[in-house]
């Protein structure tokens, strides 16, 4: 039995910064929605039986994050955390009913990178998500 979940969200971002701050510092707070695709693949395998089953589907995703990023001179870094929010649900047979949901994802992650020009901003992020 595989099962596969993947969700694509386009983000939002509403920054919080004051007036006399560097453009990429301070803390913010954003929305993101979407659409999350799940996949549900079953392989029933029983000597003299094979039987395999594929679903496809999808639900709106979304959520909030916030955190908080700073500079040191030309170097950006950043905390952020995470809510995302799925609807995605999918079933498998009649026989034997076989259900994948993606329900919420909890994340906490970092932000480091670098600032070419004072209004572009370079970065990768790394973290966990459960």
Known sequence: MRIMVVSAAAGLVLA?????AQPFEGPYL??????GWTTAEADF???GFSSSLEEDGGDVAGGF?????GMN?????AIEGQVLL????KSLGDDIRFT??????????AKVGYVPTPK????????WAW
């Open 45 to 47: 395998r029983e000597p």
């Open 73 to 77: 001179g030309r170097l950006f870094g």
């Open 65 to 69: 994050f916030a955190g908080y990023s």
């Open 86 to 89: 799925s609807a995605a649900d």
């Open 120 to 127: 572009l901003l370079v970065y990768g992020t790394f973290g």
């Open 30 to 35: 954003g929305a993101a929605v979407g659409y």
């Open 16 to 20: 919080a910064t004051a007036a006399n």
């Open 100 to 109: 994948v949901k993606q329900k919420q994802t909890l994340g906490l992650m």
